[in-house]
């Protein structure tokens, strides 16, 4: 009956939209070791730590590099050394040092200074430079870029800042009119992005009017993904089976959950946090070329329960009313009883079965 396929599809397409997925955008956990945002007159140094027989089997220098080499070691030496005044020396008198987060010390003093308290904060801190750019502008400016890594104490891990460096000609030297550090995070992987939705790994049901909905999530083998099942039945028969994938989209910058349904339907989601939870715009297509769209929110109750609830829901061109449900964690299976232990007979022997 018409009717009856309006209300199929209009099923189908609520359950595509409970398969959208729940996503959660993660804020990169800091590094361990931002208490070293001291900025570092780095010089580049693709050698510096490097022996002197590595050194005499490299091409030879230009004067250019050879000058930014002689700069580099001169650095890291007064740095792990403790040095600040010849760190200072590094420096023009009107020189800036501007840290990653946009504070800036001026003049040569200044930045003296800046480096003592440094030292006696951290005196075995350690450097270490790594050039990836230098050019020259004309005879007497040179810009340069690299990485300096810091180890504060012995055993800790390294704070890698990515720098620029400005550096002007007097005489044989080319010291330091800016410097400006930058932070040199690694990109977080997907699994890192997809953290925050580890509650969903286990088994979850639905118990709604429109049928039962049973889901279950696990990470796939290779860490990427959230991987979600889904299987409807109403009164008690199988209707539909989805599979779900949750992963982390790096052009769009967002989480993203993509849905393939067993009558060969799909949908989408794109989702952005929200105070108390998520929100989903999810579209969904179905086989015959329908199409859907909502807005969704899931709201975590507690560690068992979370809250799906859709608004400005469109199938086929026409409104539908929002809907409400409530997801809990499947309880485990009870334990199986314990067997009752054969009571022999009295009458027969030892070792031999009761009759």
């Not at 501007?98 to 504070?103: A, F, I, K, L, R």
């Not at 440094?118 to 750019?133: G, Q």
């Not at 199988?238 to 994938?245: A, D, I, N």
């Not at 959950?257 to 999810?282: I, N, P, Q």
Request: glycine share 8%; proline share 7%; with cysteine.
């Amino acid at each position: 009956m018409p009717g009856m396929k309006t209300d199929s599809k209009r099923r189908r397409i609520a359950g595509r939209w409970l398969a959208g997925g729940w996503c959660l955008t993660v804020a990169c956990v800091a590094s361990a070791q931002n208490v070293v945002t001291t900025p570092v007159p780095a010089t580049p140094a693709v050698a510096v730590a490097a022996s002197a027989d590595a050194a005499t089997s490299t091409p030879e220098k230009s004067p250019l590099e050879a000058a930014v080499a002689a700069e580099a070691a001169a650095t890291v030496k007064a740095f792990n050394a403790g040095d600040s005044t010849a760190i200072g020396g590094m420096f023009l008198e009107d020189a800036e040092v501007v840290d990653e987060n946009g504070n800036v010390t001026e003049t040569r003093g200044e930045i003296e200074a800046l480096f003592k308290r440094f030292f006696e904060r951290f005196p075995k801190a350690v450097l270490e430079l790594e050039v990836t750019d230098a050019r020259g502008i004309g005879d007497e400016l040179l810009i340069e870029e690299g990485v300096r890594r810091i180890t504060a104490d012995q055993g800790a891990s390294a704070a890698q800042m990515r720098y620029a460096a400005v550096r002007v000609k007097e005489g044989d030297r080319w010291p330091i009119a800016s410097y400006r550090e930058f932070s040199d995070d690694p990109l977080p992987t997907p699994a890192e992005m997809l953290a925050s939705l580890d509650f969903l790994v286990g088994e979850w049901v639905d118990e709604s009017p429109e049928g039962r909905t049973q889901i279950q999530y696990a990470w796939s083998d290779d860490g990427n993904f959230l991987v979600g099942e889904y299987n409807l039945s109403v009164g008690g028969r199988p209707t539909s089976r989805s599979t779900q994938r949750i992963g982390w989209d790096p052009v769009e910058s967002r989480l993203r959950s993509w849905t393939f349904d067993s009558d060969g339907g799909f949908s989408e989601g794109e989702w952005m946090a929200v105070d108390d939870g998520w929100l989903v715009k999810s579209e969904a297509t179905l086989p015959d070329g329908t199409t859907g769209s909502a807005t969704i929110s899931i709201r975590p109750s507690d560690q068992d329960h979370f809250v799906v609830e859709s608004a400005d829901r469109i199938v086929a061109g026409v409104e539908e009313p929002d809907f409400k449900l409530v997801i809990a964690r499947k309880p485990p299976a009870p334990a199986s009883p314990a067997a009752a232990p054969a009571v022999q007979d009295a009458t027969a022997s030892p070792g031999k079965p009761a009759s």
